[in-house]
């Protein structure tokens, strides 16, 4: 029942919970501690990026969905053990 109160996601909202159902589910395919590093990074970006940008600005979304689909396509390799930390933006004050 409650669900068919909840509001629809619009296509964009799919993409950017799918993007982080990915490096959620690539990240449990990593060690232990990486995979604890990696989820940390996400959520972090995530939430960042959900409380700083304007949901109207699809421009500056839709780049941060190409980026991240790099970054989970580089983090599914192989010989890729941890997401690097350089990828999250820090802002002065954060540092």
């Given at each position: ?21 990915g ?7 990593k ?14 970006e995530?939430?960042?990026?959900a ?9 500056h ?10 970054q ?24």
């Amino acid at each position: 029942m409650g669900a068919s109160r909840a509001q629809k996601l619009s296509g964009i909202q799919k993409q950017v919970l799918s993007l982080y159902r990915g490096f959620l589910r690539t990240a449990r395919s990593k060690t232990p501690e990486n995979q604890a590093h990696i989820e940390s990074l996400v959520s972090a970006e995530f939430r960042k990026n959900a409380q700083s940008i304007d949901r109207k600005n699809f421009l500056h979304i839709e780049y941060l969905l190409r980026r991240g689909k790099k970054q989970l396509d580089q983090l599914k390799t192989v010989d890729s053990v941890r997401l690097s930390s350089s990828n999250v933006e820090l802002s002065d004050n954060q540092i």
